[in-house]
């Protein structure tokens, strides 16, 4: 008689998913077809999908900071115009070429996010949401009062990009908005799949659970808000190299920081896949409805309102609910593996 087999279980660590592997390679694709869009696409689409990719950013870094770090900020806008102004001190006044002043504009975020997260930090729920917005709103006034930046009606900055060949200008935008919108997701991506993402999720449904266990909260928190603070920083000296002229009204509207919670909302918060979905969804209604004038922000208030009614997790959530689906699979799923000895 043979001897019996004995059959043993093994499990395995799985970290990615069919759809996440075929994601991955489809975005390869449209990455590659994006970089090399200068050379078969119009000049007009080229400045959409430029736009398209640092809204993409901006909503990643204020979903970072709402839907995993529980930081519900109405403030980011601060860090968009010190990256717009960015483009004025040292690109315009320094002589600095224009696209270095890009990652010159985060640090410059960056630095000014560590004294303002030392005064939100002390403030909890909506007294925290309103004091970053009152930060916001200080800088727009220093900035308004600063002669030597413009003042209040502000200044052109095509001086920065003078003698430059408006398709190696426009080439070398597109470039780095790609930069920042991949950078942003695949940032955000390696993160959550890192012991600081469980941390930051942690954090995030209990700060006394998570401290409890370990978790440094105070550190995770500023990491998160200095994190954030740098991506909008870059993607602002960016928008204001698209626009060739900042006020401060402009760079630090509240528009930016509305936009970048109505795509999260939109699309999906918690997710990172929310906002890509998201920001396709505000450029669809953006261009439907911006004939309408004034009514075009009504509607996407509207559209906003329903959705957190109906839809509290998005239009991601919804589909990632019902079909299992994970483009950016963050868990780590245990997987059976057979081994038959003898």
């Keep these: 008689m043979p001897e019996a087999a004995i059959v043993a279980a093994r499990f395995d660590v799985e970290r ?15 990455l590659v077809a994006a970089v090399a869009m200068p050379w078969w696409g119009e000049r007009a689409g080229q400045r959409l999908l430029t736009e398209f990719l640092y809204t993409l950013a901006l909503a990643q870094m204020w979903n970072l900071l709402a839907g995993y770090g529980g930081l519900l900020s109405v403030g980011q806008q601060a860090f968009v115009g010190l990256g717009g102004y960015s483009l004025v001190a040292f690109g315009l006044h320094a002589g600095i070429d224009t696209f270095l002043v890009v990652p010159l504009a985060g ?9 303002t997260a030392a005064v939100v930090f002390r403030l909890r729920g909506a007294y925290f949401a309103v004091g970053t917005w009152a930060v916001a709103e200080v800088f727009r006034l220093l900035i308004a009062n600063s002669v030597s930046l413009g003042g209040g009606s502000g200044l052109s900055v095509t001086q920065t990009v003078r003698g430059m060949p408006i398709w190696w200008r426009e080439s070398l935008t597109l470039w780095c908005a790609a930069a920042l919108g991949v950078g942003a997701t695949l940032g955000v991506y390696w993160l959550l799949r890192s012991r600081h993402g469980l941390a930051l999720t942690a954090v995030r449904d209990s700060e006394a659970a998570a401290a409890s266990l ?5 550190r995770i928190k500023w990491c998160v808000y200095i994190a954030a603070a740098v991506g ?6 960016l928008i ?22 109505f795509v999260v909302v ?23 409805l911006s004939d309408y004038g004034s009514r075009y ?16 997790r998005g239009l991601w959530g919804f589909v990632a609910a019902r079909c299992e689906l994970r483009f950016f699979p963050v868990q780590r799923r245990l997987k059976l593996a057979t081994e038959t000895q003898p």
Excluded at 107 to 115: I, R, T
Excluded at 214 to 218: I, K, L, N, Q
Excluded at 273 to 286: C, D, K, S
């Design 214 to 218: 370990g978790v440094s909260v105070r």
């Design 16 to 30: 990615g998913t069919r759809a996440s592997r075929v994601a991955a390679g489809l975005g390869l694709l449209l």
């Design 107 to 115: 640090l410059v975020a960056g630095l000014v996010a560590v004294p």
């Design 232 to 237: 909008c920083g870059m993607a602002g000296a």
């Design 240 to 261: 204001f190299i698209t626009k060739l002229r900042i006020s401060p009204d402009a760079a630090f509207s509240l528009d930016w920081t509305v936009v970048m919670f």
């Design 297 to 312: 922000l009504i509607a996407l208030g509207v559209v906003a309102v329903l959705f957190m009614l109906w839809m509290p």
């Design 266 to 288: 939109i699309g999906g918060i918690g997710t990172v896949e929310g906002p890509i979905v998201g920001t396709l969804v505000y450029f669809a209604l953006r261009e439907v």
